[in-house]
T-cell receptor
Framework: GAVVSQHPSWVICKSGTSVKIECRSLDFQATTMFWYRQFPKQSLMLMAT?????????EQGVEKDKFLINHASLTLSTLTVTSAHPEDSSFYIC?????????????FGDGTRLSIL | GQNIDQPTEMTATEGAIVQINCTYQTSGFNGLFWYQQHAGEAPTFLSY??LDGLEEKGRFSSFLSRSKGYSYLLLKELQMKDSASYLC??????????WGAGTKLIIKP
C-alpha cells in the first residue's frame, strides 16, 4: 500500500517552456502532498507543501509564480515550472503521507528529472 | 538554526555490519526518520523513532537518544544492494521535516 505515482519521469525541453509534473496517490487519499527539489549530491530541499482545496505553502526563497502548485483533489497534485530556464534543471520529487498522524512516513514518487536546454 | 549532521560517505564490506550516525539540532522534536535513496531514485522509508531506544526491523535497526540529539542506523549482513545514500530527517516542533544531506554507503565485495 501507500503508493505514490509521479509523471513524467524524465523531461528534456527548451528554455522558456513550461513543464507540468503530476503526483498521484494511488491507493490512499492525501490531504497534504510535498514537493522537493534535489541537486546532484545534495539533500532534499522542500519547495512547498500542497494542501487539497487551498493554496500551497511555499518555503522561503521559492518563487510561487515560477513554481505553480495545484492540489485539485485528494489524490492529485501538480507542479508546473513556468518559463523554465537551465538553472531549473534538477530532480523534482513529490511525496504524500497516508493519514494525518505525524508518525506516518512520507511516501515518495519516483521523481522527475528535468533538463532544460 | 536547525541542522542535521551525518557523515558524507562510508565504506563497508559485504556481510559486515555498519553504523551510520546522525546528530541533530532542531527547534523541538517530533520524531526521526531514516530513508534509503539509491542513485537517481526517490527515497524509500526505512524507520521511525520518537521514543528513546532501539527499533529493529530485519537487517536494519535504528536507535534514538533524544537527550543527546543522536540517532544511528545499523545495517547488518550487508549486501551489495545496500549501496545507497541514507537520509536522516527530523520533524521539529512545527512538524516540519528537516533533512540531512545523506550518507553515501559504499559496499565492497
Amino acid at each position: 500500500g501507500a503508493v505514490v505515482s509521479q509523471h513524467p519521469s524524465w523531461v528534456i525541453c527548451k528554455s522558456g517552456t513550461s513543464v507540468k509534473i503530476e503526483c498521484r496517490s494511488l491507493d490512499f487519499q492525501a490531504t497534504t502532498m510535498f514537493w522537493y527539489r534535489q541537486f546532484p549530491k545534495q539533500s532534499l530541499m522542500l519547495m512547498a507543501t500542497s494542501n487539497e482545496g487551498s493554496k500551497a505553502t511555499y518555503e522561503q526563497g521559492v518563487e510561487k509564480d515560477k513554481f505553480l502548485i495545484n492540489h485539485a483533489s485528494l489524490t492529485l497534485s501538480t507542479l508546473t515550472v513556468t518559463s523554465a530556464h537551465p538553472e531549473d534543471s534538477s530532480f523534482y520529487i513529490c511525496s504524500a503521507r497516508d493519514g494525518d498522524r505525524e508518525s506516518q512516513p512520507q511516501h515518495f514518487g519516483d521523481g522527475t528529472r528535468l533538463s532544460i536546454l | 538554526g536547525q541542522n542535521i549532521d551525518q557523515p558524507t560517505e562510508m565504506t563497508a564490506t559485504e556481510g559486515a555490519i555498519v553504523q551510520i550516525n546522525c546528530t541533530y539540532q532542531t527547534s523541538g522534536f517530533n520524531g526521526l526518520f531514516w530513508y534509503q535513496q539509491h542513485a537517481g531514485e526517490a527515497p524509500t522509508f526505512l524507520s521511525y523513532n520518537v521514543l528513546d531506544g532501539l527499533e529493529e526491523k530485519g537487517r536494519f535497526s535504528s536507535f534514538l537518544s533524544r537527550s543527546k540529539g543522536y540517532s544511528y542506523l545499523l545495517l547488518k549482513e550487508l549486501q551489495m544492494k545496500d549501496s545507497a545514500s541514507y537520509l536522516c530527517a527530523v520533524k521539529n516542533s512545527n512538524y516540519q521535516l528537516i533533512w540531512g544531506a545523506g550518507t553515501k554507503l559504499i559496499i565492497k565485495p
